[in-house]
């Protein structure tokens, strides 16, 4: 579990993020610049709040648990995807948009730190994603951004995950395409591969592996998205029929180009190594 002397560390003040943040008695963070303070809630996790009280509400949001099986083909790829990268241990991590926090447990995760703009349990920093992250430049060994970059009205975050990257270091982001509104209103965006990889390549990152979704589209991960509820909790002619779709899906597979599935896709899964 991350600690308040690993965050202490790094955590800066987000109107100018070379200012470091000092511990003001248990509970405060102060910027010895501005004077701007920020509330510490909580030590264990260690959570502070650069929001003043906001709540988004997605935290009444219906959520799948934290049992891979009960996940929908997309966040179980987006769970395989991770796993093969092979982040060691030992490395310091940001899980930025964490959210549930779902993969920190399930990859063994302990020296990861997250950020959300919403109070999760285990959210360590909650900061607007849409501006300047309170953490100090080239601190970070990876970042994790799944499932983020749709929620957040412009693509600043990805500039922000650069500057906290250490050089040769790697951004993790998957990213839905072909997918329904959710999370609303905080859903803002699909981005094609086309703009995904050209915005990574001039902020200075070289593309180590991309590849689309590897269901047929968008038909099987909306399918399985929207009636995951009766799939996965018992409805059994939703389970029969789902089967039955499941089979078909695979002989679609078959015959589908790889082409038609990078243009045709439930979303994208990329890992970008920071080179400059």
């Known amino acids: 579990m991350i600690s308040l002397d690993q965050i202490l560390s790094i955590l800066v003040c987000p109107d100018h993020t070379s200012d470091p943040l000092i511990l003001n008695g248990d509970f405060e963070m102060v910027c010895l610049l501005c004077t701007k303070s920020f509330k510490v809630l909580n030590n264990s996790p260690v959570k502070i709040d650069f929001t003043n009280g906001f709540v988004s509400g997605l935290l009444n949001v219906s959520r799948i648990g934290g049992n891979p099986k009960h996940w929908t083909n997309w966040r179980q790829e987006n769970l395989e995807f991770l796993r093969g990268r092979n982040i060691g241990k030992d490395k310091l991590g940001l899980d930025i948009g964490a959210g549930d926090s779902l993969f920190h447990s399930i990859l063994n995760l302990d020296n990861l730190m997250s950020i959300d703009f919403t109070n999760y349990p285990e959210t360590n920093i909650i900061s607007d994603l849409n501006f300047n992250i309170p953490l100090a430049s080239s601190s970070f060994d990876y970042i994790l951004m799944t499932n983020l970059l749709e929620h957040l009205y412009d693509s600043f975050v990805l500039e922000e995950a650069y500057r906290l990257l250490k050089k040769n270091s790697y951004l993790y982001i998957t990213v839905p395409f072909l997918l329904g509104v959710h999370n609303a209103p905080y859903d803002y965006h699909r981005y094609t591969h086309f703009y995904l990889i050209k915005k990574l390549e001039l902020l200075g990152f070289e593309i180590e592996y991309f590849s689309p979704s590897g269901d047929l ?3 099987e991960t909306l399918v399985e998205h929207y009636f995951r509820f ?10 029969i029929i789902w089967q039955v779709q499941k089979v078909i ?24 190594k920071k080179i400059t």
């Open 230 to 239: 009766p799939i996965h909790n018992g409805n059994l002619p939703a389970k």
């Open 217 to 219: 589209g968008s038909f």
């Open 249 to 272: 899906n695979f002989l679609l597979k078959i015959a589908v180009p790889v082409n038609y599935r990078l243009e045709y896709t439930g979303g994208y899964m990329i890992s970008a």
